[in-house]
């Protein structure tokens, strides 16, 4: 059914993958660290690293996402093996996830969500 929502993308989307393997592992560590037990730890290193939330890429390069999950082996490596459509569509997901976490850790964290 196109349109529906699969993860998180809509499914129009999702079938448009090149790199699947690389993008399920990847969405679903992302999917796990912001799962309601580890987001608060996931912010908290953000903020220990001194990075901006919505900075994808910098997340990647300081192995945060690993340091929550330590399930996922190398994230920046699965990320660089994506292509930059593929890339998109993960840096996607990933902003809509950190735009869903709930308003007391968004307020408690709020220096992270600041664009500036």
Same mark, same amino acid.
């Given at each position: 059914?196109?349109?529906?929502?699969?993860?998180?993308? +809509?499914?129009?989307?999702?079938? !448009?993958?090149?790199?699947?393997?690389?993008?399920?592992?990847? =969405?679903?560590?992302?999917?796990? %660290? #912001?799962?309601?037990?580890?987001?608060?730890?996931?912010?908290?290193?953000?903020?220990? !690293?001194?990075?901006?939330? =919505?900075?994808? @890429? &910098? %997340?990647?390069?300081?192995?945060?996402? @690993?340091? %929550?999950? +330590?399930?996922?082996?190398?994230?920046?490596?699965?990320?660089?093996?994506? &292509?930059?459509?593929?890339?998109?569509?993960?840096? @996607?997901?990933?902003?809509?996830? %950190?735009?869903?976490?709930? +308003? =007391?850790?968004?307020?408690? #964290?709020?220096?992270?969500?600041?664009?500036?």
């Amino acid at each position: 059914m196109q349109g529906a929502r699969h993860g998180g993308l +809509p499914t129009s989307c999702h079938k !448009n993958i090149e790199r699947e393997q690389e993008f399920e592992e990847l =969405r679903n560590a992302i999917n796990r %660290v #912001f799962g309601s037990d580890k987001v608060e730890n996931f912010l908290r290193r953000v903020r220990k !690293n001194d990075v901006r939330v =919505r900075d994808l @890429e &910098t %997340v990647l390069a300081r192995r945060i996402l @690993e340091s %929550v999950d +330590p399930t996922l082996q190398s994230a920046q490596n699965l990320y660089q093996a994506l &292509t930059i459509s593929d890339q998109a569509q993960l840096r @996607e997901f990933y902003l809509s996830k %950190v735009e869903e976490v709930e +308003p =007391r850790l968004r307020t408690k #964290f709020q220096q992270l969500y600041r664009y500036y």
